[in-house]
């Protein structure tokens, strides 16, 4: 459903260039959650947004059912995006604006009438549990709270795919069971595809049924978690991999309180 195929990307900086992205390829099927793990600096952030050609590659397609996003004009492409959401460590909410009305951004961008947008928010608030938080504003929130409300924003347009840059490295580990957690309940109800990047194993284990790994802007690994930790030559794997999987006996969802994952869905139920 989405090929990325043989992506590059070259940043250039006074005299310098840095290569990002050196040829990758990635298949992603339709309900699939994706982890792209790597090294800071390995180059995840720019493969996520490539997908959405936030950042355009300099070479390669993004072919997503069967559409090449690298060919359409600037029209076409944002008609594209708002079927793709993004979430981002730090949220990205607007201060001045209450929860509701973050959440309602994209529909008003999109001239949606008043009455569609409060049915619509009002669900989505129900979705990611925050009801009762409406007309509050950014920083009377958590940060698991704040993330929520990025989620439910991402969520406006009814997305096929959701893009996550790191949205769980900036919580404590509660709050990031909590949120990947919410994450996996609207990747299996809602049928969201996500791709996600992270440079913590526990968040791997804990929601990914595939895995990429990228080191120095090379795909160097693919596939299920048991068939990247098999790969015991790599020497990626073997000193990044391996020690962490072996240091979490239990995936995450398994451990998570009960209290965390009901209720999160009361109007799909
Ligand atoms: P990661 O997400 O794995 O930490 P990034 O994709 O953010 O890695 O960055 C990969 C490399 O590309 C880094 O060396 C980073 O400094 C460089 N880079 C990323 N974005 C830019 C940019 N806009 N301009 C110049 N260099 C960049």
New binding site residues.
């Given amino acids: 459903m989405i090929e990325i195929k043989n992506i590059s990307?070259t940043?250039?900086?006074e005299k310098q260039s840095?290569k990002?992205?050196d040829e990758v390829s990635l298949n992603i099927e339709q309900g699939d959650i994706v982890g792209i793990i790597?090294?800071?600096?390995?180059?995840?952030?720019?493969?996520?947004?490539s997908v959405n050609l936030l950042?355009k590659p300099d070479q390669g397609q993004i072919i997503i059912n069967g559409k090449d996003l690298t060919t359409l004009n600037n029209r076409e492409l944002a008609r594209e995006r708002k079927k793709i959401g993004m979430i981002f460590q730090h949220f990205n909410l607007l201060s001045s604006r209450t929860v509701f009305d973050n959440v309602a951004l994209p529909l008003e961008l999109d001239n949606t009438s008043k009455s569609e947008i409060a049915e619509k928010v009002n669900q989505l608030l129900k979705v990611v549990g925050l009801e009762d938080k409406a007309k509050d504003y950014p920083k009377s929130l958590s940060g698991g709270q704040k993330q929520r409300v990025a989620i439910a924003r991402a969520l406006a347009n009814d997305p096929y795919l959701l893009l996550c840059?790191?949205a769980t490295s900036a919580l404590d580990p509660v709050t990031t069971q909590s949120i990947l957690q919410l994450l996996k309940d609207i990747n299996q109800r809602l049928k969201i595809t996500i791709l996600l990047?992270t440079?913590e194993m526990d968040v791997i284990k804990a929601i990914c049924n595939h895995v990429a790994v990228?080191d120095k802007?090379k795909l160097i690994a693919k596939g299920t978690l048991e068939e990247i930790v098999s790969n015991k030559e790599n020497p990626i794997i073997k000193q990044f991999i391996i020690p962490k999987t072996a240091t979490i006996p239990q995936s995450l969802s398994s451990q998570l309180q009960p209290e965390l994952s009901v209720g999160l869905f009361p109007l799909l139920e």
Avoid: V
């Fill in positions: 990307k940043f250039h900086q840095f990002a992205l790597g090294f800071s600096g390995a180059g995840k952030s720019t493969l996520i947004r950042e840059d790191e990047i440079h990228i802007g």
